[in-house]
């Protein structure tokens, strides 16, 4: 890696939404993450990680899981030491799905979501998923390797439509720009 370009090191990805209305199913959104190996970034990722998983070598945890949005702040956080991770991954992507629990629930119907992502006290992004309100599921962040070996930042909330296990096998695909 060039000493001049550090690239991205560490980030917190972090997700919060408001409870359900009282009488109505919890709202439960997760934040899940996954390595694309350096011979096939687009393809099948190496694993994911998402609520009760971490990555082997530990440089992928969520720290904070919520199954209703209740608490304060942000209700899920992700932490992701990209600086790390081994260089046989050249591509990160996160995504956040809702869970389809007892109805079809979008964007739409939860209340007040808000996604952060930052490193250190840097924010990098921020959205409310106005752009996806009739998705399911969006990817929020892609980090790729550039020729040094630094990770670089590519912003941008992509709607999908589709069960939770559909996309996880999906996210990865080739992005839109």
Same mark, same amino acid.
């Given at each position: 890696? #060039?000493?001049l #370009?550090?690239g991205?090191?560490?980030?917190?990805i972090?997700l919060?939404w408001?409870p359900?209305?009282?009488?109505q199913p919890?709202?439960?959104?997760?934040?899940v $993450? $996954?390595?694309?190996? !350096?011979g096939?970034?687009? &393809?099948d990722? !190496?694993?994911?990680v998402?609520?009760? /998983?971490?990555s082997?070598?530990?440089? @992928?945890?969520l720290n904070r899981?919520?199954?209703?949005?209740?608490?304060?702040?942000?209700?899920?956080?992700?932490t992701l030491?990209?600086d790390r991770?081994d260089?046989?991954? $050249?591509?990160?992507? =996160?995504?956040?799905? @809702?869970?389809?629990h007892? !109805?079809?629930r979008?964007f739409?119907? =939860? &209340? #007040?979501?808000?996604?952060r @992502?930052?490193?250190?006290?840097?924010?990098?992004a921020?959205?409310d998923?106005?752009? =996806?309100?009739g !998705?399911?599921a969006?990817? =929020?962040?892609?980090?790729?390797?550039d &020729?040094? &070996? $630094?990770?670089?930042?590519?912003?941008?909330?992509l709607?999908f439509e589709g069960?939770?296990a /559909?996309?996880?096998r999906a996210?990865?695909a080739?992005?839109?720009?």
């Amino acid at each position: 890696m #060039n000493g001049l #370009n550090k690239g991205i090191r560490k980030v917190e990805i972090s997700l919060r939404w408001d409870p359900s209305a009282s009488g109505q199913p919890s709202t439960d959104l997760d934040l899940v $993450a $996954a390595p694309y190996p !350096a011979g096939d970034p687009h &393809g099948d990722p !190496a694993y994911v990680v998402h609520f009760d /998983s971490r990555s082997p070598d530990g440089t @992928i945890t969520l720290n904070r899981d919520s199954k209703d949005g209740q608490g304060f702040g942000y209700d899920e956080v992700m932490t992701l030491e990209l600086d790390r991770l081994d260089q046989r991954y $050249a591509r990160v992507v =996160v995504g956040v799905v @809702i869970q389809q629990h007892q !109805a079809r629930r979008t964007f739409s119907g =939860v &209340g #007040n979501p808000g996604l952060r @992502i930052r490193e250190g006290y840097t924010v990098l992004a921020e959205d409310d998923f106005g752009g =996806v309100l009739g !998705a399911t599921a969006a990817t =929020v962040a892609e980090f790729v390797r550039d &020729g040094s &070996g $630094a990770w670089e930042f590519r912003p941008g909330v992509l709607g999908f439509e589709g069960d939770p296990a /559909s996309f996880t096998r999906a996210m990865g695909a080739v992005r839109r720009s």
